[in-house]
């Protein structure tokens, strides 16, 4: 089965729209024809530069994939603050982040609150980006793979198999996000590899369909190791993805 790399750069709380339309230029100077068609690429700025980043996309026909970071489970409503997953599907985006760790340990995200979302990207027609991963005392207690395979299934709970075809899963140990301490490639597609096992065991054949992310601490020195894993069809990046010269070396990790 062979899957689509696909790496995605998480932008968090960084870059203004002014800034995002500079950096998505940048990044698109720094691509040609061949990368996309080797890998998909996509960028997650904050709400606030979405349409902006839309816009340089649609103007100049990029073949660059828009994200959200978070979305609300309900169409719409008194929820002041929140963004529903139809809003962002109006602004032409294409993934929608789900139950990234800081949501879960910031904001309280429960796997019932991120299944919601997942459910309501798909309903919109949006890939989720389900993100899992065990904090450094759950990995150090012999618990990565129960953590995560509760995650797993808690965000995909009550989905058929098209539905988990459609989804993407992002491996994400948080001792690993944004402290400059990667997996070894060894560790992140043991992880991922028991991912794909638990999606075969409950899904069947759609788990060799599902792409799965690593994410933690990804750079361009060390994305092609992670890449060279059977199981391991992409990165979700945080802070190397804010230079568009870092990013687009990472997204052209075979050179
Ligand atoms: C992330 O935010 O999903 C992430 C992996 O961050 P970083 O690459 O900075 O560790």
């Known amino acids: 089965m062979v899957r689509k790399g696909l790496i995605v750069g998480n932008w968090k709380m960084n870059i203004n729209h002014l800034e995002a339309i500079q950096?998505?230029?940048?990044?698109?100077?720094r691509l040609d024809?061949?990368?996309?068609?080797?890998?998909?690429?996509?960028?997650?700025?904050?709400?606030?530069?979405?349409?902006?980043?839309?816009?340089v996309i649609e103007a100049d026909r990029l073949p660059i994939g828009l994200?959200?970071?978070n979305c609300h489970w309900e169409e719409s409503g008194a929820f002041t603050g929140e963004v529903s997953?139809?809003?962002l599907a109006k602004l032409s985006v294409n993934y929608v982040l789900a139950g990234h760790s800081e949501r879960r340990a910031l904001f309280g995200e429960?796997?019932?609150?991120?299944?919601?979302?997942v459910k309501a990207i798909l309903s919109h027609q949006m890939t989720p980006i389900l993100?899992?991963?065990?904090?450094?005392?759950?990995?150090?207690a012999g618990e990565t793979l129960?953590?995560?395979?509760?995650?797993?299934?808690?965000?995909?709970?009550?989905?058929?198999?098209?539905?988990v075809t459609s989804t993407v899963i992002a491996y994400e140990p948080v001792w690993a996000i944004g402290t400059g301490q990667t997996a070894t490639p060894e560790d992140a597609a043991e992880v991922v590899s028991a991912i794909r096992v638990a999606l075969g065991e409950r899904w069947g054949d759609a788990a060799e369909h599902v792409r799965i992310l690593y994410g933690g601490s990804v750079n361009a020195?060390?994305?092609?190791?992670?890449?060279?894993?059977?199981?391991?069809?992409?990165?979700?990046?945080?802070?190397?993805?804010l230079d568009p010269d870092s990013f687009a070396s990472i997204v052209r990790y075979w050179i």
């Open 85 to 87: 997953a139809g809003m």
């Open 146 to 163: 129960a953590v995560v395979t509760g995650q797993l299934m808690g965000g995909l709970s009550g989905m058929d198999a098209d539905a």
């Open 131 to 140: 993100c899992v991963g065990e904090t450094l005392d759950q990995r150090e």
């Open 221 to 241: 020195g060390n994305i092609a190791a992670l890449m060279a894993k059977r199981d391991i069809d992409g990165g979700l990046v945080g802070g190397a993805s």
């Open 67 to 69: 994200g959200a970071q």
């Open 33 to 55: 024809l061949g990368d996309y068609e080797r890998v998909d690429v996509a960028v997650v700025p904050a709400f606030t530069a979405l349409r902006s980043v839309q816009t």
């Open 110 to 117: 429960t796997d019932d609150m991120v299944n919601r979302k």
């Open 23 to 29: 950096v998505v230029q940048k990044l698109s100077y």
